[in-house]
């Protein structure tokens, strides 16, 4: 298996993804392969298709960018930002997370395990008007003082 021909397979089917190129997922996915982020903890193609349906259907127009990428023996790290609008409230604003994903490849090269890391509190939950504000104060409460 080389390292490096998996992580720009990966790569490629995240930046071009798609609905429809979602039927491509298990040339990329092993067909146990396990999938984690902070709201998704699921094993198998189904499954992991179905949390990429269903952003679909909860955003519009994401795209991801990988910004950078390393592997070497099986694993690989990428550093991606994820661009998109929301549904209704603030829908014509693009937003953008930014997070890593740790990727351990199976023997012929298809993903086995994906897990992303990304701080859902600063990257979405400050972004929406309640949630925003009473974390703008946690933050400003809890932060070591400036300058002493």
Not at 7 to 14: A, D, G, I, K, N
Not at 27 to 46: E, H, M, S, W
Request: glycine fraction near 8%.
């Amino acid at each position: 298996m080389d390292t490096r021909q998996a992580l720009e397979r990966v790569v490629e089917f995240y930046e071009t993804l798609s609905p429809s190129s979602l039927a491509r997922i298990a040339q990329v996915y092993a067909a146990d392969a396990c999938f984690k982020d902070p709201f998704n903890d699921v094993c198998g193609l189904a499954a992991i298709e179905s949390v990429f349906r269903h952003m679909y259907q909860q955003v519009l127009d994401p795209r991801f960018r990988v910004t950078h990428s390393m592997g070497e023996g099986g694993e690989a790290w990428l550093a991606w930002e994820f661009r998109f609008r929301f549904r209704g409230w603030r829908a014509g604003q693009v937003q953008c997370i930014r997070g890593a994903t740790h990727l351990c490849f199976a023997s012929d090269g298809r993903v086995a395990s994906h897990r992303d890391y990304w701080d859902t509190g600063e990257e979405l939950f400050a972004r929406l008007p309640l949630m925003g504000a009473l974390m703008g104060w946690l933050r400003r409460r809890l932060a070591a003082p400036q300058g002493r």
